[in-house]
């Protein structure tokens, strides 16, 4: 996944009124941005640590990138409505937001996974994890250091079952030998089908520093289209 910023789109020359219309909605399709969504713990701490109190009194930080396509005009909004959906839109304490699941990806930490973000869909009511986490195909994960914490065999296999690119935290640094041998062997373990959850979580697995991550930009620019 390349980290790449995002194009910068110049309004006045994105309006196209003489070119056939399947053109004009092939050019608005491919100027969609793909985003990273950044999920956090609503805390008081510059740390990694997240007070579970303090998340359930108040709503986690959401920090994303509107989709400039639907500034433009009607045309490019229409368009864009075809494939951006309302994530979240029945969560008690996620405010909801338009989300492509085919370009953007969800990031967030292994607290919220436990907390918030899941807590809510494991109630019989909820319909969470059908409208969205069910739907998510590019998920980052902050926090997770080894492949078999109880966090990655119970989240996202039961919760994001769609998910194609799952990208972890590095445990080590470049040149320690433990390195490739460690995301091999975390590879290998996504690889397999989980038989009791009966769904098998990313296809695509990349690793990426915690400064990395935390430090992603919000948008990356078109690295998965349309899939």
């Known amino acids: 996944m390349a980290l790449t910023g995002a194009p910068q ?11 056939p219309l399947e053109l004009r909605i092939c050019i608005w399709k491919q100027a969609a941005i793909g985003r990273i969504i950044k999920i956090t713990a609503p805390r ?68 919220l996974l436990s907390t918030d ?12 994890a059908d409208n969205t986490l069910n739907k998510i195909k590019h998920l980052m994960l902050k926090g997770v250091l080894d492949f078999r914490d109880p966090v990655l065999e119970t989240y996202p296999l039961k919760f994001f079952k769609s998910v194609q690119h799952l990208t972890l935290t590095r445990k080590w640094r470049l040149g320690d030998t433990r390195r490739a041998r460690y995301e091999n062997r975390t590879i290998d373990y996504f ?27 919000t948008t990356i620019g078109c690295c998965w289209l349309f899939v």
């Open 44 to 111: 008081r701490s510059h740390d990694d640590s997240c007070d579970v109190s303090e998340i359930h009194e108040s709503r986690p930080n959401i920090s994303y990138v509107k989709p400039p396509i639907f500034e433009v005009n009607k045309e490019s909004r229409d368009v864009a409505l075809k494939f951006y959906e309302i994530a979240f839109s029945d969560h008690p304490n996620i405010r909801p937001f338009y989300f492509a699941y085919s370009i953007d990806a969800l990031l967030c930490g292994t607290c």
């Open 191 to 217: 690889k397999k089908e989980n038989i009791t959850l009966g769904a098998r979580t990313g296809r695509n697995i990349e690793f990426m520093s915690e400064s990395d991550m935390k430090n992603a930009p």
């Open 9 to 19: 789109l110049k309004y006045g020359s994105w309006q196209f009124p003489k070119l």
């Open 117 to 128: 973000l899941t807590g809510a869909v494991e109630c019989p009511d909820a319909q969470t």
